[in-house]
């Protein structure tokens, strides 16, 4: 199954790190985790992807286990505006032109 | 900071009737892709281009769909005809490929298909 697995819901406190998990347990070796977002009603906002190594950006922070079967990711100071569907994707790497397989993703709800 | 450009936005039509919607990808991206997403589930793709070619459209249903890139650069996706089952939001996303390491997609704000 190319699918993640996802909690269907999570709260956070505004100002707080929200911390998503997702499973990603038969992720093959060349394919990378993407993370998205999607507030109502708007296409999918990139976030951040990793392989293999911990990444952040101006958004957020990926951390993948070494086992790379999980990856959680960090909202390090939760803001209202961060309420959305969170998607954690797979993909593959490589020259292959490989498509997102999305999953059902993570309602989070910040709230004040 | 450029963008997928995605038209239009809503689109209410009976079913049997031919729907069809269009997506300019951010310049200089060679890849292509349409998903449907159903009200409450994660984006599923359709179909992929790579440049003017399809390179997967494995999830098209090619009965009543079809896609095309003819000049590599704009797409359309055409529904005819359409059925009560079609009402979804209609993603289109684009990406560098071309082997680079730059495969991130970026997404355009859809398309909210309601079949009547």
């Known amino acids: 199954d190319a699918k993640t697995t996802q909690p269907p819901s999570m709260d956070c406190a505004e100002g707080r790190a929200a911390n998503l998990p997702c499973n990603h347990s038969t992720i093959s070796g060349n394919e990378y985790v993407y993370w998205y977002r999607q507030i109502h009603s708007q296409g999918p906002q990139y976030i951040i992807h990793g392989l293999k190594n911990n990444e952040t950006n101006e958004m957020a922070s990926l951390i993948i286990t070494e086992d790379r079967k999980s990856s959680t990711l960090i909202l390090p100071h939760a803001t209202l505006r961060d309420t959305a569907v969170y998607y954690c994707t797979r993909k593959p790497g490589g020259t292959s032109y490989g498509k997102l397989t999305f999953g059902q993703g993570t309602i989070l709800t910040v709230h004040p | 900071e450029a963008e997928v450009a995605q038209s239009p936005r809503y689109k209410i039509t009976e079913k049997s009737q031919a729907v069809a919607f269009w997506c300019d990808p951010i310049s200089g991206h060679a890849t292509l892709y349409w998903y449907r997403q159903i009200l409450g589930q994660g984006p599923e793709l359709l179909v992929q281009f790579q440049d003017e070619s399809v390179v997967d459209d494995s999830q098209l249903p090619k009965d009543r769909f079809s896609a095309e890139r003819l000049k590599g650069v704009d797409s359309t996706l055409k529904i005819q005809p359409a059925e009560l089952g079609d009402s979804a939001m209609y993603l289109c996303?684009?990406?560098?490929?071309?082997?680079?390491?730059?495969?991130?997609?970026?997404f355009g704000p859809g398309t909210r298909l309601l079949v009547l």
């Open positions: 996303a684009s990406s560098l490929e071309r082997g680079t390491s730059k495969r991130t997609q970026y």
